[in-house]
DNA sequence: AGATGTGAAATTCTTCACAGCG
DNA sequence: CGCTGTGAAGAATTTCACATCT
């Protein structure tokens, strides 16, 4: 059962939204209302919720519960799964604090930096270790995934060490691309080649289709 | 002369590396060279720049000066385009601190905040304003892309009022989609999206392949 | 009537493979 | 040769359109 990159974009999409009607006590949802907020084709809508093995009803469209219990199982089987973050400058503290703001299910468990100065501060909730100790903490909790907030030039030493400590997955926000084996996924937000894409696009056609990141 | 979506992310990569190499001194290069470094394959490499319009020769490759100058010409034709940044929190500041460490042909112009405190303030070398001025600030210069740092449930109001001061891009980092009229580009830059993803493809199958954003 | 589920078409994007040139 | 430029093939993704159900 192989899900398309896209699609799991989506429906982490449709989930966030989902919970969000849940706690509203909306009970029900047709693909063109989930569609509609979300910038999608209903069609769309319809093929993901196929593709993770979700039926509705034509009368009643799909129950918001269900879906967002389908949602969780396919793309979060595991348990407290918990991630790290690496480089706690000014953007990491940033997402540090974004982080503490809510109860998500992939609690970011702990941080690193080089500055030595910073091991065994508590920065928003989140305890802070020295780069040294990266391996030391990775093998006592089992993280497979890793935000990387350090700067360009540290990125890549810094990640071959996370690879090496077991890590299978990366949130790259450091302005390179990484070489990383096959087996671990990268995800790169790469800021500036954001904002340059989106000042070509923004004179001429300019459509608005928009993908999520 | 339509370029997709994804080839001017790779573009933007080719001409980041690009500038690398020439301020080193390289002087030309081929397919198969770039394409190493930033992942991709020779024949995308060849098949993107193709779509630009440029040309090498297969003796010796592509100009690195002369690709730079074709990549600036097709994706940056005006010339002293500025930007703008809402939202002077955390995150806010931490990429306008990003932003004035590197000279960049686009820079922020102006900033912008509801605290009504911040105003006036030099942020990391950015004037900031009030949110109420924004009008006005944009009437003076124009500035056709905004940075989006603000929480999600202010992203859509303010959203609104940029596109009403004539903005037609925009770099979301607000945990939600806007809804804005089709002549505006959006780019999503997801957080919780990306790491959600990011869990999910770090088991299982795990390919390289990696998207830029 | 108005939804869903889904083959099949359409579209978009990537890779192949090879002619041709220096 | 080894590389570029590119038609054509191939893959992936989205959309259409309609049978079907209530």
Known sequence: MKIPDRTVERVILYRRRLRTLHAAGQVRIYSHELAGVEGVTPAQVRRDLM???????????????????????????????????????????AFLAYFAG???????????????????????????????????????????????TVPGDAAQEVADRLVRAGIRGLVNLAPIRLRVPPEVYVEYLDITVSLEKVAFFARRDARAAARSS
């Open 51 to 93: 593709t993770i093995g979700y039926t509705g009803s034509p009368a009643k469209g799909y129950e918001v519960a269900g879906l967002i219990a389908k949602i969780d199982e396919t793309l979060n089987p595991h348990q407290d799964e918990g991630v790290v973050l690496v480089g706690v400058g000014r953007l990491g503290k």
């Open 102 to 148: 809510q109860a998500n299910h992939l609690p970011v468990v702990a941080a690193f930096d080089v500055d030595p100065e910073k091991a065994g501060r508590l920065v928003h909730g989140c305890r802070c270790h020295g780069l040294d100790e990266l391996e030391t903490v990775l093998a006592e909790r089992s993280v497979r995934v890793a935000f990387l």
